[in-house]
């Protein structure tokens, strides 16, 4: 196994930094464009502006995309399935935390 | 290299058809997917119901397989033999150098180099992205932190091979940040073909689990325990943050599972999140001569009766 070290990296934080257009977050998400604008279309991402060429994706696009296509592709979902699967998965997050807060682990 | 038996990974019997493959597949990955299940171990056993299934899923592969394998068990030592794929062909496809590193060394020299060999690869083309998890402290979250982080990115080395290399990045870790929020590192993904840039490397943050403190986006939380005459007659306490003790003032009359907000002295940032004190009221233990005349004390000063309520 080779060794190599690299100096001191100062990174972005995506959630509040970054904007994504189309091409940016396919690359980043590692999904094909076909399958982002569907899942644009289902609603699973909402990214500010008219047309693919001018979409603006949040930060936070990148996590959703992430899990919409482990689950696209690990599970043989489709899109919808994808949809409700990321909100119920969102709900499930949501109530965890509130049992945690109550101190339920 | 050490054998896995597939159909073992995916319960079902040697002479199953395509379709209860699948179907075992599917019921299992539905259980142990890391981004659905909670199971402690669920990133590894999802991995090998990954290989099995690439593998069992697809007829060449699962019958050239089968050449190797119907006397061994899983965990046995094992070379597969020279020629043992004489006569199949493989369309790969599906495999990259990045999946392919998660696969086991059975997975490898089976099906992996022959794969890739047949992949195409183009003369310029922009890395790829990578990414990664990485554990950091509540409390480089609150003050910022400078970190080593290991990595082990798959590369492909000149004779084609696969090989694992070991990286050690010196990685700023931004005040503020929070748990499931992804850092992205600018070039430090995998390098570009040709001409093209080196992808970017974005690293998901998880907090270590502490043991006092629970966290929730901005804010975090501790339970703090009460002696009685603290809560009902008001108190100063000590009670510590992920960076420091602070003094609290506790009103008086204050009730078990109240919880007092610190505005502002959660994770840092605009804006900041709150820490909250769960109060608990703690009974001293009635062991000595004194502490249960206290007790008895208590009972005759007070005319108290906890289940008023519960009368019909």
């Known amino acids: ?105 | 290299m050490k054998f896995h038996d597939y159909y073992e990974t995916l319960g079902v019997a040697r002479t199953a058809s395509q379709d209860e493959i699948k179907s075992a597949y599917r019921k299992l990955a539905r259980k142990f997917h890391p981004d659905v299940s909670k199971v402690a171990d669920a990133e590894a056993r999802f991995k090998e119901l990954g290989e099995a299934y690439a593998v069992l899923k697809d007829p060449e592969k699962r019958a050239a397989y089968d050449q190797i394998g119907s006397e061994l068990k899983t965990g046995q030592e094992f070379q597969p033999p020279p020629d043992w794929d004489a006569g199949f062909e493989f369309s790969g496809g599906d495999f990259d150098a990045h999946t392919a590193a998660e696969h086991s060394d059975l997975f490898e020299a089976l099906f992996g180099a022959r794969a890739r060999g047949a992949a195409h690869r183009p003369r310029q083309q922009a890395g790829r992205d990578h990414h990664a998890k990485v554990l950091i402290d509540l409390k480089d979250a609150y003050q910022g932190a400078q970190r080593s982080i290991s990595l082990r990115m798959p590369i492909t080395d000149e004779q084609g091979h696969l090989v694992l290399q070991q990286r050690t990045l010196e990685v700023v870790i931004p005040k503020g940040i929070r748990a499931g929020q992804h850092l992205r590192l600018a070039g430090q993904g995998g390098p570009g073909a040709g001409a093209g840039p080196a992808g970017d490397l974005y690293l998901e943050i998880e907090f270590n689990p502490h043991p006092l403190f629970r966290v929730d986006g901005r804010d975090v939380f501790l339970d703090l325990p009460l002696a009685p005459w603290e809560a009902a007659l008001g108190a100063s306490v000590t009670m510590p943050t992920p960076v420091g003790s602070i003094q609290l003032t506790i009103p008086s009359g204050s009730a078990a599972g109240r919880q007092l907000r610190l505005k502002g002295r959660g994770i840092p940032g605009p804006p900041p999140g709150d820490l909250y004190a769960q109060l608990k009221i703690a009974l001293p233990p009635a062991e000595s001569e004194a502490a249960r005349a206290a007790y008895q004390a208590m009972a005759l000063a007070f005319d108290f009766n906890p289940r008023a309520h519960l009368k019909g």
């Open chain 1, 1 to 105: 196994m080779n060794q190599d070290t690299v100096a001191l990296i100062l990174g972005t934080v995506v959630e509040e930094q970054v904007e994504f257009t189309l091409v940016e977050l396919c690359q980043a998400s590692q999904t094909e464009q076909e399958l982002v604008v569907t899942w644009v279309l289902e609603g699973i991402l909402e990214p500010r502006g008219a047309t693919p060429e001018n979409w603006r994706f949040g930060g936070d696009a990148l996590r959703r995309a992430c899990v919409a296509r482990r689950l696209a592709r690990d599970l043989e979902i489709n899109p919808p399935g994808v949809a409700l699967a990321l909100d119920l998965l969102e709900d499930i997050a949501a109530l965890r935390a509130r049992l945690e807060h109550r101190g339920v682990r």
